[in-house]
């Protein structure tokens, strides 16, 4: 078995595979003051609580966009089960041509969702991929595989904790969509708001970007947290795929894998 892990702003979030098989997946806050012990004992009562063996885990890889936890989870993972982790780094073989500025500025879970559209979604045409991250975030894709740039919009939570943070009555509230866009009270109102304001987002920007592909046949891929909330108030997202991060850190592996125990 191989354990991935993708170290985001506000989430960590991990999956355990055993070949193609997810055997589970789970997400806990990033929190930069964790020691690798805490780390440690927590993946390891999760390993518990889903009945698979710490001896079990032979291999694993991960992404991080939070520089200052990367020793903290190789550290976890060499002394809590052994293993020396694959990091997402220059260096590591993902086969994905970049026709950015500065390729060493775009964020490792970004590269990661673009080789696993392309391995699980590819098929010969454009390809958009939106992530309802800490950020929202969109990368692009052209027929030929290459990520030629992107789109980076504020994230769904963060806009809402603003909100809150920057007005003396307004509640924090859960982001769902209401009923009606015409909302009659103060959550339904915040609630319209966010949903519905970034589906205009989603869409807008996607409209934009097919104008400037000069095609409307690209295929459009949601994956992050709010993905089910977002998608399903727009018409312009072909797939959501809430797993397309670490199921592409998976691929990443038994690509740089090379004789690894999986």
């Known amino acids: 078995m191989i354990i991935c892990i993708d170290i985001g702003n506000s989430n960590i979030k991990y999956a355990v595979f055993d ?4 055997k589970f997946s789970f997400r ?3 929190e930069m003051k964790k020691t ?3 780390y440690g004992i927590q993946l390891i009562s999760m390993l518990e609580f889903n009945r698979v063996s710490r001896e079990s885990i032979k291999g694993g890889i991960f992404s991080s966009v939070v520089p200052s936890l990367d020793y903290t989870i190789a550290h976890m993972l060499q002394v809590y089960f052994g293993i020396t982790a694959m990091q997402l780094a220059p260096g590591l073989k993902t086969g994905l041509k970049m026709r950015a500025d500065n390729a060493r500025e775009v964020g490792a879970d970004r590269i990661v969702n673009n080789v696993a559209a392309l391995r699980y979604y590819g098929c010969g045409k454009p390809m958009i991929i939106v992530d309802f991250g800490t950020a929202t975030t969109f990368n692009i894709l052209n027929e030929e595989g290459e990520f030629i740039g992107g789109v980076i919009a504020p994230g769904i939570k963060g806009s809402l904790d603003s909100l809150v943070s920057g007005t003396a009555k307004l509640p924090r ?3 769902e969509a209401p009923k009606s ?5 103060t959550v339904t109102n915040m609630q319209a708001g966010i949903v519905f304001g970034f589906a205009g987002l989603v869409e807008y920007i996607v409209k934009k970007i097919k104008r400037e592909l000069q095609t409307e046949d690209v295929v459009t891929i949601a994956t992050g947290g ?3 909330t977002i998608s399903h108030e727009t018409k312009c997202i072909d797939v959501i795929d809430k797993m397309l991060t670490l199921n592409g850190l998976k691929y990443l592996y038994e690509l740089n894998a090379e004789g690894r125990a999986k």
Request: net charge negative.
């Open 36 to 38: 690798s012990d805490e």
């Open 19 to 22: 070949g193609e098989e997810l």
């Open 28 to 30: 806990v806050a990033t």
């Open 181 to 185: 866009v015409i909302a009659t009270n």
């Open 173 to 175: 509230v859960e982001i």
């Open 226 to 228: 709010f993905s089910e």
